[in-house]
């Protein structure tokens, strides 16, 4: 389901002014100093994206870590398969002039959410267990697509509605533990639509494509940056129609179903992040 209004509208925090102001600069926090914070309502939640609003010349942090507010005031969070219960957000307005005053701290509830577990076996042993020439490109590769999660660029897509990138049935949800083999493995932390090869991908949002090539676990992958760190990860695909550093509208083919990298069949396996911190995609998309 996919919240029709973006933001929660909360009361911003309106400071009295203090009995022992003086002088035209110690003027109380009044709406216009106030940082306005809107948060919410979707997205709070483990695995969750949520959409924040500020006043423009805010700064923002969560759990002591700046957030970057777009100009407008906008800015994106996430929370990991594993939040803690609560997050603390603060809004601080740099034109505040009242000691203390312009600060509003909202603790956020973070939903708990049940995982499943998935077992898979019968895949290649080459697959399960690679060898050491195998492991020096498979850490290569992690460094990349790290790298791709430090972008923090300005693009203002992340703040817009996404749409489905493909038609299919969702054969793995984001947060399922994964026993390959009868081995313990990482979570899940993606959506698998299920689809037959070269059924087309779409870009589920505006963006600049960040990394276009073949990696050993993901096949054909593509990660499109939608600005704020807020990026969508493309995986399997049997073709890519673009490139590193192209821009892509929301909803332009970007390529197609397949079944390349580590898998059992095809399949679209689609992840979301902000920043380093993977994020479930379904919550943002609508219904299919
Ligand atoms: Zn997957």
Known sequence: MIARRRFLAVPALLLAAPSCAQGPAARPATAATAPGLRIGPSGLAQGGMALGQV???????????????????????????????????????????????????????????????????????????????????????????????????????????????????????????RILNGEARAPHLALDIAAPTGTPVAAMGGGRILLADNLYFTGNTII?????????????????????????????????????????????HLGLNWLATALDPAPVLPEA
């Not at 805010?58 to 994106?76: E, K, W, Y």
């Not at 034109?95 to 005053?101: E, M």
């Not at 192209?246 to 397949?258: K, N, Y």
């Open 55 to 177: 006043k423009p010349g805010t700064r923002v942090a969560l759990d002591g870590r700046p957030v970057h507010v777009a100009p407008d005031g906008r800015f994106a969070i996430g929370f990991p398969r594993d939040a803690a219960p609560t997050a603390r957000l603060t809004a601080t307005a740099l034109t505040a002039t009242t000691p203390g005053g312009g600060t509003e701290d909202r603790d956020l509830a973070i939903a708990r959410r049940e995982w499943d577990v998935q077992r898979i076996n019968g895949l290649p042993g080459a697959m399960v267990s690679p060898n050491a020439q195998q492991l020096a490109r498979i850490n290569a590769e992690r460094l990349r697509t790290a790298a791709t999660r430090k972008v923090d660029s300005d693009l203002p897509f992340f703040a817009e509605p996404f749409i489905r990138p493909a038609q299919g049935r969702i054969s793995g949800v984001f947060g399922s533990q």
């Open 224 to 268: 499109l940056d939608h600005g704020h760190g807020i990026t969508s990860l493309y995986a399997h695909l049997s073709a890519m129609d673009v490139a590193e550093g192209e821009m892509v509208r929301q909803g332009q083919r970007i390529g197609a179903i397949g079944a390349t990298g580590r898998v059992t069949g095809p399949h679209l």
